[in-house]
């Protein structure tokens, strides 16, 4: 069956996330301000879902259609093939938003295309009251400037929810940004990592799943899995062939610093339930004593700073010992997450090249050194 799905992201990593659904397979991946459209099969949303490194979630898309009236928004989802999805006893609760719509009250949006999927699935049924026990087929709706979209999330938990991170630290990076920030700075199977400010390890780990191939979904369940609209042999073929695609002759490590010691403790922790801590070594540590032995590395980082930690005079102070010990040589490159604008000033010197990402509702900046 050719399905159209939808793949959120973070502002800033679109073209990230369609590289990697083309490199899947995908067809017709075409890509909008944090989400990307594309097509294909089950295999595909299988895929998608074990594979996404970038994507928040993968959604089903059932039909986009204009509304202005409740009328309309309520015809219009109560036409669609909703039994094929939904059996007579599974859950499916409602959420969604608006944006510069006629039909601009959410929890009214909620209703409406509650009672139309009923009403469909009466019909189909033969039945007029539904227990919802069953597995949980979550029904999305975005409208905006009047444009309905209508979809089931297949992921269920966040993709960004990898398993290995139940506890973070104070301010930890979303796993998807991480994986970013690794693709951004083209991290390889033959490099040598570094984070001085590696806090529960996301970064690290992120790094350690890219470069060696892995999955970051292959340990986990979707929502999905649970509605058996994918064949089994199709789930035992796609986490098959992840197994297969895992390179096991690389010479990629990771260090990690801190100078939290219960960061460290979280980060081996963490590293050990990704199943990646064999490339991970990790010890506490001050910047100011930043020193690498390798003679090349890929520095990844996301240090402190105003918004999230410190005051802005101390991310500040960090900076500048961070543009002391992060020295330009060959064979070096550097990868600094940071929101503040002055950054390039306090760091002392200027990007090679930047790109503008969100941590979370925080615009940033990734600033690349490697010249």
């Not at 929101?339 to 090249?353: I, N």
Request: one cysteine or more; a neutral charge; glycine letters at 8%.
């Amino acid at each position: 069956m050719k399905l159209l799905m939808v793949a959120p992201c973070l502002l800033g990593v679109e073209g990230l996330v369609s590289d990697e659904l083309k490199d899947m397979g995908a067809e017709n991946v075409r890509a909008e301000n944090a989400r990307v459209f594309f097509e294909g099969d089950e295999t595909i949303l299988a895929r998608a879902n074990i594979w996404s490194r970038f994507s928040e979630r993968i959604l089903i898309v059932l039909d986009r259609f204009n509304a202005v009236t409740f009328e309309e928004l309520f015809q219009g989802v109560k036409a669609l093939p909703w039994s094929e999805f939904i059996g007579s006893r599974d859950t499916f609760p409602v959420k969604g938003f608006s944006l510069n719509s006629a039909l601009h009250s959410v929890p009214d949006c909620q209703k409406i295309i509650k009672k139309a999927i009923v009403e469909s699935l009466k019909e189909d049924y033969g039945i007029s009251w539904f227990e919802e026990e069953g597995p949980v087929h979550q029904v999305q709706f975005s409208i905006m400037k009047d444009e309905v979209t209508v979809m089931l999330d297949t992921s269920g938990r966040g993709l960004h929810k990898r398993g290995y991170r139940p506890v973070g630290n104070d301010a930890p990076i979303r796993e998807t940004l991480a994986a970013a920030m690794c693709s951004l700075s083209r991290l390889r199977h033959y490099h040598t990592m570094y984070d001085p400010f590696c806090g529960s390890g996301t970064v690290l780990m992120e790094g350690a799943l890219l470069a060696n191939n892995i999955a970051p979904g292959i340990n986990r369940n979707f929502d999905v899995d649970r509605w058996g609209f994918i064949p089994e042999n199709v789930w035992r073929s796609e986490r098959e062939r992840c197994h297969d695609l895992i390179k096991t002759d690389t010479d990629f490590i990771a260090f990690g610093s801190d100078i939290d010691e219960r960061a460290i403790e979280l980060t081996a922790e963490n590293a050990k339930r990704a199943r990646v801590d064999k490339f991970i070594n990790v010890k506490k540590a001050d910047i100011k004593y930043f020193n690498p032995t390798s003679d090349r590395g890929t520095l990844i980082t996301n240090p402190p700073y105003g918004e999230r930690m410190l005051d802005v005079k101390e991310a500040e102070r960090l900076y500048r010992v961070m543009g002391e010990k992060f020295i330009a040589k060959k064979g070096w490159s550097y990868g600094i997450i940071s929101p503040d604008e002055e950054f390039e000033k306090c760091f002392g010197r200027k990007a090679d090249k930047r790109r503008k990402l969100y941590n979370g509702m925080i615009k940033c900046q990734y600033y690349m050194y490697f010249k």
